[in-house]
């Protein structure tokens, strides 16, 4: 092609550019307009409900060259910037930067959002709670290790709502200043990203040096990067944001290695018509009561996705997810039947069946 013809197109898309840039700011206009009738209404700015019937619509409308993934991935992010032209979200995650839960909470709250790092995730629940922040980010379970006890814990002491869950894809790297493998002589990184690449550690020799357990993965990045003769397993973003070398990616054990978050706030969402709702049920100490509590839901055909038993303050509680939201009729019967023994965590758009 001729350096005209290149031009040509060059000049064709900045055409392009000048056109989306104008659309742009026309729909921040309409966000404004919007946000002043919530505003006086009191409703919330942040609706996923109606954030994924825009994206289904869009897909549905799409004949070009994008995926979903890629219709998401640009429309979340206007959708973050609309958001914050009217209120600037400030979002409480468990750290540090760069951690997994950071990385759940860029995704749904794009790059102008305030992130606040917290160290516990009971310290993520008083944020909200406070209203120190608008949204906490905490995981809730792996789908090596199970569940989160700690935020089952906090989600049973504190009134908030699950909005929003997040499924995110969980890497790890091998992070080192050292040329060699061989000269590795410690590896740092959470207890359960060790867990996560035993195999690898295994086949590599390096089960047999010293394994420090440290409470995040990035921080790990950040003692490696500083310390000769270390390495440590942390994500790709933690090793890139503290400058480590990568000897080698993708180190887990399992190929479909992920981690489920949950989005907490202090308000509930409207139906979308696929929704998933979480809730609490503690029983009485009586024979089959689990049993009647479950037909009732097989009964009035409302699948259930997960059953996890936990013990809080000395009793057993179930954790359960099914498909439908709480006011859905179906739901709404089962609810109010067994109101005594259930505390309904939330209801919101269902992004994916299992982990």
């Given amino acids: ?19 989306l840039l104008k659309l742009i700011n026309e729909r921040m ?37 994008l995926n979903r993934a890629a219709i998401e991935a640009l429309f979340l992010e206007i959708f973050a910037i609309s958001r914050n032209l009217e209120l600037p979200e400030n979002v409480a995650y468990l750290g540090p930067e760069g951690s997994f839960t950071h990385q759940a909470a860029e995704a749904r709250f794009g790059a102008m959002s305030s992130y606040v790092s917290i160290s516990s995730i009971k310290g993520i629940f008083r944020e909200v709670n406070t209203k120190k922040a608008r949204f906490g980010v905490v995981p809730i379970e792996n789908s090596s290790n199970g569940i989160v006890t700690d935020t089952i814990n906090c989600l049973n002491k504190y009134n908030l709502k699950i909005i929003a869950e ?20 410690k590896i740092y990184s959470k207890d359960i990203a060790f867990e996560q690449c035993r195999k690898f550690l295994t086949n590599f020799g390096l089960d047999e040096v010293e394994l420090i357990p440290i409470e995040s993965t990035t921080k790990a990045a950040k003692i490696a990067a500083t310390e000769a003769g270390s390495a440590a397993i942390c994500p790709h973003v933690g090793a890139k944001l503290h400058n480590l070398p ?35 049920v503690r029983f009485k100490d009586r024979q089959g009561a689990l049993v009647e509590f479950l037909s009732d839901f097989n009964e009035l055909e409302i699948n259930l996705t997960k059953i996890k038993s936990h013990i809080v303050e000395g009793d057993s509680i179930f954790f359960i997810d099914f498909d439908g939201h709480q006011d859905d009729e179906n739901v709404k019967s089962v609810l109010d039947k067994h109101r005594e023994k259930v505390k309904v965590l939330g209801s919101y758009v269902k992004e994916i069946n299992d982990i």
């Fill in 1 to 19: 092609m001729s350096e005209a013809g290149l031009q040509g197109l060059r000049d064709k898309l900045d055409n392009i550019d000048n056109e």
């Fill in 29 to 65: 206009k309409v966000v404004h307009e919007v946000g002043v009738v919530k505003a006086q209404s009191g409703g919330a700015i942040y609706r996923p409900e109606r954030e994924k019937a825009i994206i289904d619509r869009l897909e549905s409308l799409n004949d070009g060259m």
């Fill in 166 to 185: 997040v499924v995110l894809d969980i890497h790890h790297t091998l992070a080192s200043t050292c040329d060699k493998v061989s000269d590795i002589k």
């Fill in 246 to 280: 990568i000897l080698f990616e993708n180190i887990e054990d399992k190929d479909n290695n992920k981690t489920r978050f949950f989005i907490i706030s202090d308000f509930e969402n409207t139906q979308s018509g696929n929704d998933k709702t979480s809730i609490l």
